[in-house]
């Protein structure tokens, strides 16, 4: 009896296998469909989005048309590939040079200093936004693409993130390199940025993603335009009077398409960093 | 000698221990540090716009008696504490068995599942208000496969709303604590797997008893960040609810409310950094917890 | 940081020098003016810049269309910062948040009374931007509200125009099933994320969330009230299609699935875009809400134009608003008719376009009509706190479909409401 109701060993491997490709499917699936309905409705007009309609339009080269009669798209971009880019690099700079002098000299003082970095993690933005930009408009910087930078630059997140992959940095390395007669900076700048390059590209593609979507901050000290970012222009779009959906989704497909490429560009390093990060 | 060496190596370690710190504190203490410790200040005054009178513990009081606040409190509380624990054991889940030996298509899956994290937060949620309009997509298809009979309020409804915005969320942030997770699992040793495998450990077994062990600290880490996040929430609910957190304040997060309080209603800051240092307690509180429970129980 | 800003101030300044010699002070620059609305105020206030530039062609305008959360969050952005180098000339504000700016930002906006004549505006407008008997901002738009219907889906269900003439809200959902029954289509389209038709109803009745003190008034507010059993009859009739937020809100009507708009005069720009439509509607007086003091006719919304005192421009923007807003009345016959806004200068109502019929509306004098309901809007007070007591009320809303007590319902709102307003 026993024997019957006992499945064989090929469908028992079979079972699990099959539950979990149809598993991964669905979750790909769900994954990815609100890309895919952001571009069947960029096709459709304003009317068919509001309907639901879920088929393929023709109203594509109007939606654009209409996008770039409404945004000016090259100095909008430029804005946000200038604060994102610039806020990337930065970020990298500061949090690397943190991350490897907390690891690298390690004392009691620094240790403390590291864990009070740490504690800073906790405090939200909403608790931050009204004394920055208090602060911000006493320097004259509301309305700046630098009051947007400046706050985002120290991120204990990142600080952390490269702290840990610094771990992974063989002390070898750098033991040779001070026998060598090199300078702290010199290490780091010409052994520990070439050797840890995964871990900075994995940082790259995290910071760029964070702050080319960043939005309450840019929304509260951006009061022009002139200084818009494209993730501002999607959200006034579809709060505008009468939102032209279409138009809207024209914008939201922009405004992803980088964020899409680097990820797409720096996948393998990406991963390989992230890897780093968690040994 | 030796004595100076010491103390040349530990003038060594301090002077470029500090140098390389050195923007970074710089930074954090003007931005975050200062701030912190302003908006405390902040939060014992009160008063139309900019004309701010000392209060006392007036803002307190105010506080206690602000059914808007509670019920800010609560949603953001109802968020993390059910949206946060789904999240987690999906992406451990869709970890594990990407982690598979032999998995086909295995570039394809993680891709396609990490591909919400590239999505901009407003990009999407204009995107899910979309989908889940009274007549559209998700409607359509909940109606088509016959789930319901009439379509949902998804954005009209308190509860409904609520779920929206569990599920978009738990749709943007699944991928990316997936792939810490993934990562991690990466490192472990695949041979202890085997070996269980061989022994006759179910997969279930497998997944409790040696990947969430192995992967606590990794857990531990992204649980503290999504709670930070999910008790952080704006972006979400400014964009599907035109910034009212609605309907009938179902969806009003801490984060909204002290937005509203400082910028659509008559501005008051000091009420608002009361509101916020709510937040600060609440994110310091659970983070502990969090860690002490983690530290309990290995 | 902006060159932009950097050569005007100094363009500015080397002409405040020349001034100083020349005889004759002219203005020169640019005006930048934030307001929302590409069909209505954008479009309007275009106009007004062309007619003013054409007069005097040294003025340029810089007119720039934001969402009206925007405008608002960024106003008082930046007044709340103290950095005004962002802000604009001139602002549009909404008459619900005008005292609250006003009395919020003191000294932040230009004093425009010994200027401009107030005799000649609506007096209820003037009140708005009143603070301590100065007066700050030029009266702009009316939201006197009225009833939209599709004429042919009334039909179907067999109603004539004369049907829906002054009747009761009680009576509109009965007209509303039986529309149903025969079209298919809902009466109207309702938003519960917004208190909008709440505030018509009230004021329709000749109260507001506060008494003419300013004092919170709820609890015994028996127009409030009234608003909120009509809002509960509808709710539970079923006679409505739920809306989740403005645009969902216009798209209900837009796209034909509902047979009535109860809204401001405002809407009509956005009723008329739809040209297939055309000769399909009519407007009717408001249904009234059958209590004491209750009438046919109330008003949304409606907003006035600001100068910031800390503009460059002040005076030139000052004297272009007086110019165009305060004395031209063709400007006002011409808005009217291509954007459907009923202005607060009275004189302008005399205008040969207010008796024009319109093809749209299958002939009807509706600007006439419009007018003639201006005149009976019960005059109520809007305080500093509409905002708050709104968002209070807007939290209520979903609760009455469930079929609250209405006592209840106010009782809490009350106390919501007094948690807000400190």
Partial sequence: MTQIATPSPRVRRLLPETATYITLSIAAFVSVFPFLWMLISSTNTSIDIIKGKTSF????????????????????????????????????????????????????????????????LMVPFAALMIPLFMMMGRAGLINTHIGILLPTIASAFIIFYFRQS????????????????LKEWQIFLYIYVPVMRSTFAAAFVIIF??????????????????????????????????????????????????????FFIMQRQFVAGMLGSVK | MALAKTGGLKRYYDVNGWLFIAPALTLIGIFLIYPIFRSLFLSFYSGKGMMLKFAGFGNITRLANDPVFLKALINTTTFFVIQVPIMIVLALILASLLNMDRLKFAGFFRTAIFLPCVASLVAYSVLFKSMFSVDGVINQALMAIGLIGMPIGWLTEPFWAKVLVILAITWRWTGYNMIFYLAALQNIDKSIYEAARIDGVPAWARFVHLTIPMLKPVILFTTIISTIGTIQLFDEVYNLTEGKGGPADATITLSLYIYNLTFRFMPSFGYAATVSYVIVLMVAVLSFLQFYAARERS | MDNRTILSRFAAAAFAGASFFATTAAFAGEVTIW?????????????????????????????????????????????????????????????????KYLQSFPGAFAEMSGTVDYSGFAPYKV?????????????????????????????????????????????????????????GKKMMGLDITDAGFTR?????????????EGNLSIENNTALKAALETQQKILQAGVYKPSSGW????????????????????????VKAQADQSGKWGVAPIPSLGIEGATHASNLGGSSWYVLESSAEKAEAIAFLNETYAKDIDFYQKILTERGAVGSLLAARTGEAYMKADEFFGGETVWQNFSDWLSKVPPVNYGIFTNEVDTAVTAHLPSLAQGANIDEVLKQIQSQAEGQIQ
């Fill in chain 3, 247 to 270: 645009s969902d809100w216009v798209g209900s009507f837009t796209s034909g699935d509902v047979a009535t708009v109860t809204t401001g005069v405002w809407i009509t720009g956005t």
């Fill in chain 1, 209 to 262: 993603m964070t702050s080319w979507n960043n939005y309450l901050w840019p929304l509260i000290v951006l009061q022009s335009n002139e200084t818009k970012t494209i993730t501002l222009v999607v959200s006034s779009l579809a709060s505008a009077y009468y939102p032209d959906f279409g138009v809207v989704m024209i914008g939201t497909i922009l405004a992803t398409l980088p964020t899409l490429l680097v």
């Fill in chain 1, 166 to 181: 610094t771990k992974a940095f063989p002390t070898e390395l750098r033991d040779a390199a001070k026998v060598d007669g």
């Fill in chain 3, 127 to 183: 009140q708005l931007m009143t603070v301590d008997g100065k007066v700050y901002g030029m009266p702009f738009d009316s939201g006197v509200t009225g009833f939209y219907y599709r004429k042919d889906y009334l039909e179907q269900a067999g109603f004539k125009p004369a049907d829906v003439q002054d009747i009761t809200w009680d009576r509109f959902i009965e007209i509303g099933k039986q529309v149903e029954e025969k079209t």
């Fill in chain 3, 200 to 212: 018509i109803l009230m004021q329709s009745a000749g109260q507001w969330y506060f008494d003419a």
């Fill in chain 1, 57 to 120: 339009g023709a109203a594509f080269s109007t939606n654009v048309v209409n996008f770039f009669t409404q945004v000016d798209v090259p100095l909008v971009f430029w804005n946000s590939a200038k604060v994102s880019i610039l806020t990337t690099l930065l970020t990298i700079a500061v949090s690397s040079l943190a991350g490897y002098g907390f690891e690298m000299f390690r004392s009691k003082m620094r240790d403390r200093l590291y864990a009070l970095v740490l504690l800073t």
């Fill in chain 3, 35 to 99: 307001c929302w609305d590409p069909n209505f105020n954008v479009a309007i206030m275009k106009e007004a810049g062309e007619r003013y530039t054409a007069k005097h062609p040294e003025t340029t305008f810089n007119i720039v269309d934001f969402a009206k959360a925007d405008v608002e969050q960024k106003l008082q952005t930046a007044l709340s910062s103290g950095t005004t180098d962002a802000l604009p000339d001139i602002v549009l504000i909404e008459d619900y948040g005008a005292q």
